[in-house]
């Protein structure tokens, strides 16, 4: 049995430190969010260029996003510690494309947070295929780096900054 896991994975992630993921683990994960489509797929890019939680962007409300970014309120960030994410042009094409319904950003059909994660993962296995496990909000830190070395930034340039 494979030990590879779904792309993206936090849950089933057995390592806690973060590995550089490839450029082309990034393409792969991203098309398999555009095929995930609203919400999963949305919240996991969001996840992916913001380096935020999947549950603090689940619960992510539109009065929270202003021109100067989103205000993560501290009773859903890790420790309590609310603070403002800076949204890229990427982040805010993302947004952009989340109907405008109530007051989440991505709800499930009676605007309540996104729930039931058991479903998308398993979908994102069989789109991603085997991959190494990776955590979203932790591959933040080395993606810069990534995308420099790996073309990443010609192929999302206008998006991400």
């Not at 494979?2 to 993921?21: I, M, P, Y």
């Not at 709800?107 to 729930?115: E, G, I, K, N, Y």
């Amino acid at each position: 049995m494979s030990r590879h896991r779904q792309c993206g994975s936090s849950a089933l992630a057995k390592r806690r430190s973060a590995r550089e993921v490839s450029a082309e683990e990034i393409r792969t994960a991203w098309t398999a969010f555009d095929k995930l489509g609203y919400p999963f797929g949305a919240v996991y890019k969001m996840a992916l260029v913001t380096g935020q939680r999947r549950g603090e962007i689940a619960g992510m409300k539109w009065a929270e996003i202003s021109a100067d970014g989103w205000k993560l309120p501290g009773e859903r960030a890790k420790k309590g510690k609310g603070h403002l994410v800076p949204l890229s042009s990427l982040a805010r094409d993302i947004l952009d494309g989340a109907p405008q319904i109530g007051e989440l950003v991505f709800r499930s059909h009676r605007d309540a947070p996104v729930q039931n994660w058991s479903k998308a993962p398993k979908q994102l296995r069989k789109l991603c295929g085997p991959m190494e496990p990776w955590h979203l909000h932790a591959s933040a830190e080395h993606l810069p780096r990534t995308y420099a070395a790996s073309g990443l930034i010609d192929w999302w340039r206008g998006r991400w900054w």
